[in-house]
C-alpha cells in the first residue's frame, strides 16, 4: 500500500470543511520505554463533491502523519496516522498536525495529540536556593522513582566543592533525599548536581538539579 508521509513544522488554524471527523483531539498516557505512540484520525468527505487531502503538516519534527490516499469520494472514508517519536523526552506534550483540503483550503484542521511521558525519575524541587548573608543550613531535594520502574540512583555528585551533596535512601529503592550544604552563604555560588541513574539500560539517564547561593 502507499502511503504519502508528511513531515514539516508549520501548523495554522482549525476549520472542519467537509471532511467529518470521529475526533479531532486524542490523549495518550504513556511510560519512556513505550517510545512512541501512533493516533488514528478518522473522517469521512459528508459533501457532496469529491475532496482531496493537499497537504498534512505536523507541529515538530518529531511527529509524522501519513495517509494512504488524497482523494476522497462523497461519504468515502479514510484516516490520517500520527506517530510522535518521544526521543527522551518526558512529561506533557502537545502536538498539532495540521490537514488543508480543497474543501476550505483557507482554514485548515487541526488534529490535536496530547502525550503525558511518565517520569521515570522524579525531581522537587529543582533548584535550592540561599541568599547571600543567610545561615548555610542543608536544603533538600526529594528524588522519586517511579513505582513500576527499574531504575535505580548510581551517583550523586556537586560540580562545586563547596556545595556539598549527600544522599539519603528514604524508602528503599524508590525514594531519596539529596541534601546540599554550602560552607558558607557569604558570596554568591552555584553548583550543579548530577543525579545518574541505570536506566534505561542502552541510554542511563543523568538528572540535574541545581544550588544557588544570590
Not at 536556593?129 to 550523586?156: C, N, T, Y
Not at 550543579?192 to 544570590?214: C, G, H, L, Q, S
Request: charged content about 25%.
Amino acid at each position: 500500500m502507499k502511503y504519502f508521509l508528511f513531515q514539516l513544522c508549520v501548523f495554522a488554524g482549525s476549520a472542519f470543511g467537509q471532511l467529518a471527523w470521529e475526533t479531532t483531539e486524542q490523549t495518550f498516557n504513556s511510560k519512556p520505554q513505550d517510545k512512541e505512540v501512533v493516533a488514528k484520525y478518522k473522517f469521512t468527505n459528508a459533501g457532496p463533491k469529491p475532496i482531496k487531502i493537499q497537504n498534512v503538516r505536523t507541529s515538530c519534527g518529531c511527529t509524522t502523519a501519513a495517509l494512504n490516499k488524497t482523494d476522497y469520494a462523497p461519504g468515502e472514508s479514510g484516516d490520517i496516522e500520527a506517530k510522535f517519536t518521544f526521543a527522551g523526552r518526558t512529561g506533557r506534550q502537545e502536538k498539532a498536525i495540521s490537514v488543508d483540503t480543497t474543501a476550505n483550503p483557507e482554514q485548515p484542521t487541526i488534529l490535536k495529540l496530547h502525550v503525558y511521558i511518565q517520569e521515570t525519575v522524579k525531581i522537587e524541587p529543582e533548584v535550592v536556593l540561599w541568599r547571600v548573608g543567610e545561615q548555610p543550613d542543608p536544603k533538600s531535594i526529594h528524588i522519586v522513582i517511579a513505582d513500576d520502574a527499574s531504575a535505580k540512583i548510581v551517583s550523586i555528585t556537586s560540580d562545586n566543592p563547596a556545595l556539598k551533596v549527600k544522599l539519603t535512601e528514604v524508602k528503599p529503592g524508590k525514594e531519596y533525599e539529596a541534601q546540599i550544604t554550602p560552607d558558607s552563604a557569604a558570596q554568591p555560588a552555584a553548583a550543579t548536581v548530577m543525579i545518574r541513574t541505570d536506566y534505561p539500560p542502552d541510554n542511563p539517564e543523568t538528572k540535574y538539579a541545581y544550588a544557588r547561593i544570590k
